[in-house]
């Protein structure tokens, strides 16, 4: 198949899943008529009418709360929030009910939903447009948090979320929906949830990262090979549940690890990788773990972004710092 | 025990007092003196041609997406010219004609969608809250205002905008509720432009008006000819001489249309007719008051004509302004992503501070090294 951008390659995974499996509908506003405000949903309306894709009135709560109901009678809802910042007002409804189904009827119902939303900043997007909060579904108990970076995982995960038996939070970093194009093959295929991959081999220390920030963390990987320094690089894709292992296995043969991630530090992704790394490879470890992450404040207007996102620059200097422990 | 039917009254008023073509209905028509319908114009006219330039400078690159407020005008200034200077302003985001008639400088709304949080912050003399983009979360709050208002015994009222759209939305319900529940003095004003974004009012609720809902919260509730600025005028006048006399809150539907995409990013090509779009356009609020001004001899064609000059100029001072402000020091700062947070900088907050004026010192140096090439290059 053709090379294909993140926002392609999620709009012909959204097709074929809607083609192979009719349970699987796609609800949210504006996904219908006007194909979705990023185009992600473009040609679905045409192909599948609004009883497959449903442009719902304006009410978050009632989007995710509805994808639970029609999951419960027996559906496959990919429902979109337009942007994460609009998402905490359907967060009862995730975090009381879709992540808890499962568990309060001993595994007699269950929510097979997705709830996708893109997520993130370095648009030059307006207030509310820009947030990385993947950490609230993180701490949510019975969710998968799923977090592609490029279009080929864009789509195999997506396929991936939708035929998990569970709920799962697929976030698209909307700095990287036309970023790059990738190579797609011919014939559908999935990606296992909660399974890193390890995008460059290195020796001299392990960067870790997802989503949009991992582009800086593959410059900085880049930029310090002129200096000699192989960093090897994971790109986690599932936040949760972690695949640690990938992580541990890296770090036991590194030794040092940077992590990158443009969402919050305080108890953030990186905080977790931290613990893990502390409770599978302590002795492993030569140098303290560094996190380059956003700032612990509201994600600043787009005129200062820059101070807050993390780039290859901060990325380097972390890594040289560990190096040089 | 037989069936009981309970009488609830249902009958939505529909006013409007100045039509498309100025014709204006003589028993409706409010008594408004002259220095303040020409205040009203002239800051519906300030609001429009500011949302022009604004469209202007961001197909320029001088501007972020922003939403438009074009058409708007009308529902804007109608409501807000009810309030005195100590009452409470609280929109949404597309009641700039009221914003700037508050008081807000345009240079303030230039600087937020240009990505600067001072532009969000109010003027000491502005008694308002900021632009709230997610839809209806600012109703509870308009409520809150009215509620403390209403324990501090001050006689003041409270306004409040949403669209059709943030109608839907669970907070926009619940702050009518809470309203209606505890008397809060607080106006619900709807923007209805029959899209929220691209989706038709149809696919948004299945009753005719938004209006209507007043009837289950038990308030007053009015759809007006949200172009008509007379009929916002009395309207909204009426529902704040009721919050101020103590009798709650009151909700006012104002019909009308975006004559512009929903913001700079949108192609509304998609989901509306050009000739509906066309039809709407002949209705703008503009147009009309403009005639119904100088019908009434309260303005000449040469006094709209120098308003027009007056505003343009207010538009242009406003814009140099906020372009220069946005290059000065104290708007450049870096630290205030930081400093503003908290009251009380927390010790990891202070060492991220730190890490930040590290930052800094490298882009600085970086520029340093930039210009200084560049001179070496100028003077080979």
């Given at each position: 198949m053709a090379e294909i951008n993140m926002a392609k390659a999620i709009n012909l995974a959204l097709h074929e899943a809607m083609d192979r499996d009719d349970r699987v509908v796609v609800m949210g506003e504006d996904v219908g008529q006007d194909e979705g405000v990023f185009r992600i949903t473009e040609g679905l309306f045409a192909k599948f009418?609004?009883?497959?894709v449903i442009d719902t009135p304006l009410a978050e709560a009632a989007i995710i709360g509805t994808a639970i109901g029609m999951s419960i009678n027996g559906m496959k809802p990919v429902a979109e929030?337009?942007?994460?910042?609009?998402d905490y007002y359907a967060f009862h409804q995730i975090e009381s009910h879709a992540s808890r189904f499962r568990n309060r009827t001993r595994g007699r119902i269950h929510i097979p939903m997705v709830m996708r939303a893109p997520y993130g900043g370095?648009?030059?997007?307006?207030?509310?447009?820009?947030?990385?909060?993947e950490t609230y579904y993180v701490h949510t108990p019975g969710l998968k948090v799923v977090i592609p970076s490029g279009p080929r995982n864009a789509r195999a995960l997506l396929h991936s979320s939708i035929q998990d038996p569970d709920p799962v939070i697929y976030l698209e970093p909307k700095a990287c929906y036309r970023l790059f194009r990738e190579e797609v093959p011919d014939k559908m295929e999935t990606l296992p949830i909660g399974q890193a991959q390890v995008v460059k081999e290195g020796e001299d220390l392990t960067l870790i990262s997802y989503g949009a920030s991992l582009r800086a963390a593959l410059e900085a990987a880049e930029d310090m090979e002129d200096d000699g320094i192989q960093a090897e690089v994971i790109d986690l894709?599932?936040?949760?549940?972690?695949?640690h292992k990938t992580i541990i296995k890296s770090v036991m043969k590194t030794g040092r690890a940077v992590i990158v991630h443009e969402?919050?530090?305080?108890?953030g992704i990186g905080a977790e990788i931290i613990a893990r790394i502390n409770e599978h490879a302590f002795l492993y470890l030569e140098a303290p773990i560094k996190r380059v992450t956003g700032l612990?404040?509201?994600?600043?207007?787009?005129?200062?972004?820059r101070y807050y996102l993390p780039d290859a620059e901060r990325v380097v200097i972390a890594c040289k710092e560990t190096l040089n422990f | 025990m037989p069936r009981k039917v309970l009488e609830i009254e249902q009958k939505i008023e529909y006013l409007s007092i100045l039509d498309e073509n100025a014709n204006v209905d003589k028993e409706l028509e409010p008594d408004i003196p002259a220095e303040q319908l020409k205040s009203m114009y002239k800051y519906m006219l300030l609001g429009r041609r500011c949302d022009e330039r604004m469209l202007k400078m961001q197909r320029q690159g001088r501007l972020g997406t922003f939403p438009q407020s074009a058409g708007h005008e009308a529902i804007s200034i109608g409501s807000a010219i009810?309030?005195?200077?100590d009452d409470w302003h609280v929109p949404a985001y597309r009641e700039l004609a009221g914003m700037l008639y508050r008081g807000w400088p345009i240079e303030n709304i230039i600087l937020y969608w240009n990505?600067?949080?001072?532009?969000?912050a109010p003027p000491e003399h502005v008694n308002d809250l900021p632009i709230c983009v997610?839809?209806?979360?600012q109703l509870p709050h308009a409520v809150g205002i009215g509620m403390a208002m209403n324990y501090k015994k001050e006689k003041n009222v409270v306004m409040t905008y949403f669209g059709d759209g943030a109608s839907s939305e669970g907070d926009c319900h619940e702050a009518l509720n809470f309203a209606s529940v505890f008397k809060a003095p607080v106006v619900f004003v709807c923007l209805?432009?029959?899209?929220a974004i691209s989706v038709p009012l149809s696919r948004q609720m299945?009753?005719?008006?938004?209006?209507?809902r007043a009837i289950a919260y038990n308030m007053p509730g009015i759809r007006v000819d949200g172009n008509d600025v007379l009929a916002v005028y009395v309207a909204t006048k009426e529902a704040v001489e009721r919050a101020r006399a103590g009798y709650g809150p009151s909700l006012i539907e104002g019909l009308t249309y975006r004559?512009?995409?929903?913001?700079?990013?949108?192609?509304?090509k998609k989901y509306r007719s050009e000739a509906e779009t066309d039809e709407w356009a002949k209705k703008e609020p503009l147009i009309r008051f403009a005639k119904y001004l100088q019908n009434k001899g309260v303005m000449t064609a040469e006094d709209l004509e120098k308003m027009e000059a007056e505003v343009d100029n207010m538009v242009k001072t406003a814009v140099a302004k906020a372009e220069e402000m946005a290059k000065s020091e104290e708007l450049l700062n870096p630290f205030t992503i930081i400093d503003h947070v908290y009251a009380d900088m927390p010790q990891f907050l202070q060492e991220q501070r730190d890490e930040l004026a590290e930052l800094v010192k490298r882009e600085a140096a970086r520029k340093e090294k930039k210009n200084a090439k560049s001179e070496t290059g100028a003077r080979s």
């Open positions: 009418g609004d009883d497959r929030i337009q942007f994460t910042g609009f370095g648009i030059r997007a307006l207030e509310h447009h820009s947030e990385s909060r894709l599932t936040v949760s549940p972690m695949d969402g919050q530090r305080n108890c612990d404040i509201p994600i600043p207007y787009f005129s200062k972004e | 009810n309030l005195h200077q990505g600067f949080e001072e532009g969000t997610p839809l209806a979360t209805n432009n029959q899209y299945s009753c005719e008006t938004v209006a209507q004559l512009t995409p929903h913001t700079t990013a949108d192609d509304p």
